[in-house]
């Protein structure tokens, strides 16, 4: 690359500072949010409120080449989720029709939570979304805003992100909460740090010239059932588990194949190994 390109994370959490930190040199990264002053180094704070149409106008003014937007709704309510991915997918739209030099490429992060319930079947790139929670409804409305954008963009659906910080699993195993084996309840699950890894790689991969796919599906290469999860957690953990009924919830399997095609390798291709590194970190911490 004969300049810098410019990376601007519209909501810069903690996968997005992931994915900063491992994209190489020759990209500048921006971290833009409310509430900026705690990015991780080497991001530069840019403060602003993405779902301001205006404000995001003048943030982006100076020109970015990839906008990745990572949000985090301030609570798990219809509203919150509105007030984050709807009005920042709106945000975003006007912004790119408002600027003189639009993104070349923008990643929008979102959630396998549209897929709804798929009766245990695999899903994949292909599989018709049909959200039954109004998060997977105010998701798929996000994305559609996304894809209709006259500039390249990439929706990449998550699976449920583990990792520091994200720990409920492992603190209900070591509360002795177990799952029955039957029925079914399958899990899908991607390291946060593989997160990171995924948005870094197609970053990277859009830059060097080679073509991105609309839409991928991020989750690791193993789904698992509760049972069988918490089952090899408290394992590891040496703890005893007493099965605990809970409502059945929408169940998936999820197939990344296309985007093990795009290149992308795994630093945790299962949940094995992920949470034993899981652990091991609490352990020296």
């Not at 300049?3 to 500048?28: E, H, M, N, W």
């Not at 002053?37 to 080497?42: A, C, I, P, R, Y």
């Not at 029925?183 to 995924?198: A, L, T, Y």
């Not at 290149?263 to 949940?271: A, D, N, T």
Request: charged share 20%; hydrophobic share 35%; aromatic share 8%.
């Amino acid at each position: 690359m004969t300049q810098s390109t410019k990376v601007l994370f519209i909501g810069c959490g903690d996968v997005a500072q992931r994915a900063a930190k491992l994209i190489p040199d020759g990209y500048r990264c921006f971290g833009l949010r409310r509430n900026p002053e705690k990015l991780t180094v080497g991001v530069v704070p840019i403060l602003a409120d993405a779902t301001k149409p205006k404000q995001l106008i003048s943030a982006a003014s100076d020109g970015y080449d990839v906008w990745v937007a990572t949000l985090t709704p301030s609570a798990f309510t219809r509203d919150a989720y509105q007030e984050s991915y709807l009005a920042v997918a709106q945000s975003i739209a006007k912004a790119v029709d408002g600027l003189s030099q639009p993104p070349k490429l923008i990643i929008w992060v979102s959630s396998t939570s549209v897929y709804g319930d798929s009766d245990g079947d695999w899903v994949d790139e292909t599989t018709m979304a049909n959200p039954v929670t109004f998060s997977g409804e105010i998701l798929l409305k996000s994305e559609q805003i996304i894809q209709n954008l006259p500039c390249t963009t990439s929706v990449i659906r998550f699976s449920g992100i583990y990792g520091p910080g994200r720990t409920r699993l492992l603190d209900q195993v070591r509360a002795g909460k177990g799952r029955p084996k039957t029925p079914k309840q399958w899990s899908n699950r991607i390291h946060s740090e593989d997160c990171g890894g995924v948005l870094a790689h197609l970053i990277e991969l859009f830059q060097s010239g080679q073509s991105i796919e609309p839409l991928y599906l991020a989750s690791d290469s193993q789904p698992v059932t509760q049972h069988d999860i918490r089952e090899w957690l408290a394992q590891q953990l040496s703890v005893s588990l007493e099965e605990e009924p809970v409502p059945i919830r929408p169940a998936r399997r999820c197939n990344n194949r296309l985007l093990l095609e795009a290149g992308f390798k795994f630093r945790y291709p299962s949940f094995k190994e992920g949470y034993a590194a899981l652990i091991d970190n609490q352990k020296i911490s």
